[in-house]
């Protein structure tokens, strides 16, 4: 990577003022909810926000970038959109551009990533030519032009193996090794951003780099999952029961590995009592994780018993 691109990525991402940010902004802008904002109210909220941003930026520049929401109630949507638009685009501003709507397909540039959602899939199992092993990602886009933005993103098992070294994992004779997709969950990275892989109105990016501080961040959560300096909260060991296995979502455990806690209930598909996944789309089906893991991995659809 050249410098000028590394450069490009360290201005990019400074990722914890940016959150802390955003959390400024929507405070700012929480009580104009649902209240169409008149012409005093912009101006006060303008004012408002201008003392959270960096000071080294235009005023004139932050107001443009604000005058969205001019003569119009502030929906939770648009607050959160708005918040993490304006404070992932310190960059951009300081060029003195203002923050259009539209910011994050029409520009080009490095943005911050973390997963938020791993789901292992086997694309085209129909065909041996085109058939693929890998993962469907959802990603947040937390720092950049792009920022706020929710993207899916297919990757190949073979690039995942490619990346998960740079992420922080270490090869399977050392202390920490990949063993699932899964185990990607809550880590960062940074993807170039093009505008002509936008779809959708969703931004899209191609190449990928993990910065020093990603790498911390990553080699954090791994240590957590080795049971480092961390006490599971179901009191057993990496071994006894790894983390990409474990039922715990991320709401009850910092080193989980799929967002909300698993549920138990009767499983329609294999009928077994099975735990199931509050944020899949097997869940309204009713059908377990180890079936919906089935399904999607094999591309052999999972029917119930009663259907055989």
Same mark, same amino acid.
């Given at each position: 990577?050249?410098?000028?691109?590394?450069?490009?990525?360290?201005?990019?991402?400074?990722?914890?003022?940016?959150?802390?940010?955003?959390?400024?902004?929507?405070?700012?802008?929480?009580?104009?909810?649902?209240?169409?904002?008149?012409?005093?109210?912009?101006?006060?909220?303008?004012?408002?926000?201008?003392?959270?941003?960096?000071?080294?930026?235009?005023?004139?520049?932050?107001?443009?970038?604000?005058?969205?929401?001019?003569?119009?109630?502030?929906?939770?949507?648009?607050?959160?959109?708005?918040?993490?638009?304006?404070?992932?685009?310190?960059?951009?501003?300081?060029?003195?551009?203002?923050?259009?709507?539209?910011?994050?397909?029409?520009?080009?540039?490095?943005?911050?990533?973390?997963?938020?959602?791993?789901?292992?899939?086997?694309?085209?199992?129909?065909?041996?030519e085109k058939r693929i092993r890998g993962c469907l990602y959802r990603l947040m886009v937390i720092s950049g032009h792009a920022a706020g933005c929710v993207?899916?993103?297919?990757?190949?098992?073979?690039?995942?193996?490619?990346?998960?070294?740079?992420?922080?994992?270490?090869?399977?004779?050392?202390?920490?090794?990949?063993?699932?997709?899964?185990?990607?969950?809550?880590?960062?990275?940074?993807?170039?951003?093009?505008?002509?892989?936008?779809?959708?109105?969703?931004p899209g990016f191609s190449e990928t780099h993990v910065s020093p501080s990603m790498a911390d961040w990553n080699k954090q959560i791994l240590r957590k999952?080795?049971?480092?300096?961390?006490?599971?909260?179901?009191?057993?060991?990496? *071994? &006894?029961?790894? =983390?990409?296995? #474990?039922? !715990?979502?991320?709401?009850?455990?910092?080193?989980? +590995?799929?967002?909300?806690?698993? *549920? &138990?209930?009767? =499983?329609?598909? #294999?009928? !077994?009592?099975?735990?199931?996944?509050?944020?899949? +789309?097997?869940?309204?089906?009713?059908?377990?994780?180890? =079936?919906?893991?089935?399904?999607?991995?094999?591309?052999?659809?999972?029917?119930?018993?009663?259907?055989?």
């Amino acid at each position: 990577m050249s410098n000028e691109v590394q450069s490009s990525v360290r201005k990019y991402f400074d990722i914890a003022e940016t959150i802390k940010r955003v959390g400024k902004i929507k405070n700012i802008l929480s009580p104009y909810s649902e209240k169409d904002i008149g012409k005093e109210d912009f101006k006060l909220l303008v004012k408002q926000v201008l003392k959270v941003m960096p000071q080294d930026l235009s005023s004139q520049k932050i107001q443009d970038s604000l005058a969205h929401l001019h003569g119009r109630p502030l929906t939770d949507n648009i607050i959160k959109e708005t918040a993490w638009r304006l404070s992932g685009n310190t960059e951009l501003l300081r060029s003195g551009e203002a923050i259009t709507q539209d910011v994050a397909v029409t520009k080009e540039g490095w943005c911050a990533l973390q997963i938020i959602n791993a789901r292992p899939i086997l694309r085209n199992p129909k065909s041996k030519e085109k058939r693929i092993r890998g993962c469907l990602y959802r990603l947040m886009v937390i720092s950049g032009h792009a920022a706020g933005c929710v993207i899916d993103k297919f990757i190949s098992l073979r690039y995942v193996k490619y990346l998960v070294i740079e992420l922080g994992f270490t090869p399977s004779f050392k202390d920490y090794p990949f063993k699932d997709e899964r185990e990607l969950f809550g880590m960062r990275f940074g993807g170039l951003f093009v505008p002509k892989l936008a779809k959708e109105g969703k931004p899209g990016f191609s190449e990928t780099h993990v910065s020093p501080s990603m790498a911390d961040w990553n080699k954090q959560i791994l240590r957590k999952r080795n049971r480092e300096e961390f006490t599971c909260p179901l009191n057993v060991s990496s *071994e &006894q029961l790894p =983390c990409y296995l #474990c039922w !715990k979502g991320a709401e009850s455990c910092v080193a989980a +590995v799929h967002q909300k806690d698993f *549920e &138990q209930d009767f =499983c329609e598909f #294999c009928e !077994k009592d099975s735990l199931f996944d509050p944020d899949s +789309v097997g869940y309204v089906l009713n059908m377990c994780v180890n =079936c919906q893991r089935q399904e999607d991995t094999t591309g052999i659809s999972v029917r119930k018993r009663s259907e055989q």
